[in-house]
């Protein structure tokens, strides 16, 4: 089966450090990307793993352990404007036109 | 700027009566893809397009149809839409299978 676990929401202060963590079970691996989704507008791209270990891009740092199936989402420096839902998703396998399975999304609400 | 777009942003259809949404994109991208999402929860993949070849999900009614004519534009259509497919619809777009996705703005359908 397909699963994808994040938590539902999290509140954090602005200028503090947020983890978003990710678990996953699939029946096949080849990637896991997380996006941002601001209420009502379409998911943008943050980061992207597929081999272990830890991404970093400027304030947003994701890190991947295949073996554990989880991955999680380091946001530093925290602003107002990174309230928005953060969504987990596993690129299950290349041969089916590189279907994403997402996680239901955490929704991060930055407090000042 | 290349993206993806669609149109309308805001849909509103009524109970049984046929609709369709679509979406462009300047990308130049081959691989289209349609999402359902409804609120709280995580985008659904309902089919997608690598070129000229369809790929429905195996769980996706009959009651939502999809064209490509080209490159650049991807239809929805919807047949019969019931209360239940109220939903926001994503169209996102992937230079290959596999590969980071681009999300569209979104259209909010609204079925009275």
Redesign the interface.
């Known amino acids: 089966g397909q699963n994808?676990d994040q938590p539902t929401e999290m509140t954090a202060t602005e200028g503090a450090i947020v983890q978003i963590n990710c678990t996953y079970q699939t029946s096949g691996f080849?990637?896991l990307?997380w996006?941002q989704q601001h209420a009502?507008?379409?998911?943008?791209?943050l980061s992207?793993n597929v081999l272990d270990g830890l991404e970093e891009k400027g304030r947003f740092s994701s890190f991947l352990s295949r073996s554990k199936g989880y991955s999680y989402l380091l946001l530093k420096e925290l602003q107002m404007k990174d309230s928005a839902s953060y969504?987990c998703a596993v690129?299950d396998q290349?041969?089916?036109?590189?279907?994403?399975i997402?996680?239901?999304?955490t929704?991060l609400s930055v407090k000042p | 700027d290349a993206m993806?777009i669609q149109n309308p942003r805001y849909q509103v259809t009524q109970f049984g009566k046929p609709v369709t949404l679509s979406c462009s994109q300047t990308l130049n991208h081959n691989?289209m893809?349609w999402y359902q999402q409804k609120s709280?929860?995580?985008?659904?993949?309902l089919f997608?397009y690598?070129d000229k070849d369809f790929?429905n999900e195996a769980d996706t009614p009959d009651n939502f149809q999809s064209r490509r004519p080209n490159t650049s534009f991807c239809f929805l259509d919807i047949r019969s839409p019931g209360l239940g497919d109220a939903a926001?619809y994503?169209c996102a777009t992937?230079r290959?299978?596999?590969?980071?996705?681009?999300?569209?703005?979104?259209t909010?359908l609204t079925v009275t």
């Open positions: 994808i080849n990637g990307f996006y009502g507008e379409a998911p943008t791209f992207y969504l690129r290349y041969n089916q036109g590189g279907k994403l997402f996680g239901q999304g929704e | 993806v691989v893809y709280s929860q995580a985008p659904k993949l997608h690598y790929n926001m994503l992937s290959a299978p596999g590969y980071e996705q681009y999300f569209g703005p979104g909010r």
